[in-house]
């Protein structure tokens, strides 16, 4: 490709994704990543009807759904007792929203996006980092570590939470929560007898702590997240979150948790780091896509959807120009289509950060307050939608599609934090 209309930095879910669907409408995209290899480290991610119901329009929920599996319900329950708080009826969840709740390797997600971004054509580069931008009004450029540097109609900037372009164009930093995540995946046969339901997602909430089993690949591997606050990084220790602090943790949680903790990977650990929400992604003709953009706490697992629903956006923007490619280009109005872009993405993610800090804080919640919260979940109605109507929801295409305003619990009296969920 000589001449491609847009580079992506950054070949993660987001990248790789918004790859896909802008050349699904013709764009010609040239995809640069840093490592010397495309790849996802980790375990799990769940994806919820508002990320499954765009794999379909690409086309790719067969292939997905043959990867993950498609749990029967969520329960949440207490890490202290094992006592069930609520639970969500996957499978009513499914027929509600029209698309399954699905649970997926990340390594597995984004094989089908990468493999998809090379059927549509999508050129993708290796070994290359970004480690500037320019741009002149009617083109961006970005640079790379060699000095080598290429230019296009527009950027977009998909490089993670530490992203080049968010540094330099928003200039603020990543916020600690001070809670680390350990995970696993590992053989379902090493669980079997630990009494795990292989067609449940189960959350175990407790004083500064969290805990969350699925299983994955067809049922043959089992997912873990244990995620706990350290006491080093609140007493502001710089190396925080190592194995010491984990087990010392998860004292006092119920025996299902117990048998689970030795199982979790004690080689490396995943501290985590949100930044707040920014109102405004797209510079001209640069533009923040996935974690580069939004960088969540994880609690509401949306972070991979959320860059997912981006380049969806973005392409739908592109795609309802009916865009016809010139000579001289890919005849595609980009400042309107990154101007929609802007005026809609924005405030969703900014709802699904603010909500994810609130419902961390809710879920950590100890001594009376956490007897408080177990009342208020134990009393919600198992087919009470209100909660993930505007997040499992069709993703909005303009500001007024959004759903009116969102149920408002009242966790102020138990955190003595207003929120709105
Ligand atoms: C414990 C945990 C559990 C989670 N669970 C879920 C879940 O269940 N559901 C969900 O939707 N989300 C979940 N998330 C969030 C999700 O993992 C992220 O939001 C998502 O992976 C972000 O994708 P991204 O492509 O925007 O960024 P990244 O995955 O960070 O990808 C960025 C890419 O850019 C490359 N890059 C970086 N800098 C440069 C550069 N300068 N030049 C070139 N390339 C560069 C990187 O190498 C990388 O490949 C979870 C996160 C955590 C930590």
Do not use: K, M, Q
């Given at each position: 490709m000589t001449d491609p209309d847009v580079l992506i930095v950054g070949g993660g879910i987001g990248g790789l994704s918004a790859a896909t669907a802008l050349a699904r409408k013709g764009i010609r995209v040239r995809l640069y990543e840093r490592s010397s290899e495309f790849g996802e480290v980790g375990a799990g991610l769940q994806i919820a009807p508002n990320c499954t119901r765009i794999l379909d329009a690409y086309g790719l929920l067969h292939e997905a759904k043959s990867l993950g599996v498609l749990p029967e319900a969520m329960v949440m329950k207490d890490a202290t007792d094992g006592s069930e708080l609520t639970r969500l009826d996957l499978v009513d969840l499914e027929r509600k929203y029209g698309f399954p709740y699905m649970v997926i390797h990340r390594s597995d997600l984004h094989g089908i996006f990468l493999r998809a971004a090379q059927r549509e054509g999508v050129e993708l580069i290796t070994d290359t980092q970004c480690v500037a931008y320019e741009q002149d009004g009617a083109t961006a450029t970005a640079v790379f570590a060699d000095g080598t540097r290429d230019t296009a109609e527009i950027v977009i900037a998909a490089d993670g939470i530490h992203s080049v372009a968010r540094n330099t164009l928003v200039a603020d930093a990543p916020v600690s929560s001070n809670y680390v995540a350990y995970r696993a995946a590992i053989p379902f046969d090493e669980v079997r007898d630990n009494g795990v339901r292989e067609k449940d997602v189960?959350?175990?909430?407790?004083?500064?702590?969290?805990?969350v089993q699925y299983p994955l690949r067809g049922g043959q591997m089992f997912n873990q997240v244990a995620v706990f606050q350290s006491p080093k990084a609140v007493a502001g220790e710089p190396d925080w979150g190592t194995p010491d602090?984990?087990?010392?943790?998860?004292?006092?949680?119920?025996e299902q948790v117990q048998k689970g903790l030795p199982l979790m990977w004690r080689d490396r650990w995943w501290r985590m780091f949100d930044r707040d929400p920014v109102m405004q992604w797209v510079y001209g003709r640069i533009a923040l896509l996935g974690d580069a953009a939004h960088p969540p706490l994880q609690y509401m697992a949306q972070g991979a959807i959320m860059a997912i629903e981006d380049g969806w956006v973005l392409a739908e923007h592109v795609g309802a120009q009916g865009a016809q490619r010139t000579s001289d280009g890919s005849g595609v109005d980009w400042a309107a289509a990154l101007a929609a872009y802007d005026a809609v993405r924005p405030e969703h993610c900014r709802r699904v950060l603010t909500t994810g800090r609130a419902w961390g804080e809710l879920w950590h919640l100890d001594g009376i307050k956490r007897e408080q919260r177990n009342l208020l979940l134990r009393a919600r109605d198992t087919?009470?939608?209100?909660?993930t109507e505007w997040i499992y929801g069709p993703t909005?295409?303009?500001p007024d599609q959004e759903p009116p305003l969102y149920t408002a619990i009242p966790l102020d009296s138990v955190t003595g934090t207003p929120a709105q969920v």
């Open positions: 189960v959350v175990y909430i407790g004083p500064r702590c969290h805990f602090e984990l087990d010392g943790a998860f004292d006092g949680t119920c087919y009470d939608y209100s909660f909005a295409l303009t």
